[in-house]
């Protein structure tokens, strides 16, 4: 949910500052995020416990680690889209 919502905020903000070169290419990769977010929220309502068998449990672990650290760089990349936008 928070990467949902990161994501949003994402969009909002790469629309917002498209002026130069550098922000138009945000603008498809917020949105990719925005896809990738509400994708993994998908899967996750499907997937409620940790699978038994040994390759889908580890793929698991491994998606969850992919969701953190790709929650991470969202959030981040919000927080400094909007501090760069407050000046």
Known sequence: MIM???A???VGLAFKN????FEQV????ALTDIMFAHAVLALSSVLHH???AKPHNILYGFLRFTILVYTICI???VTYGILL???
């Open 18 to 21: 498209h002026e130069n070169s």
């Open 26 to 29: 945000q603008v498809p990769l």
């Open 75 to 77: 959030i981040t990349n």
């Open 4 to 6: 949902a919502s990161a």
């Open 8 to 10: 949003c905020l994402s």
């Open 85 to 87: 936008t407050s000046d």
């Open 50 to 52: 940790m699978p038994t």
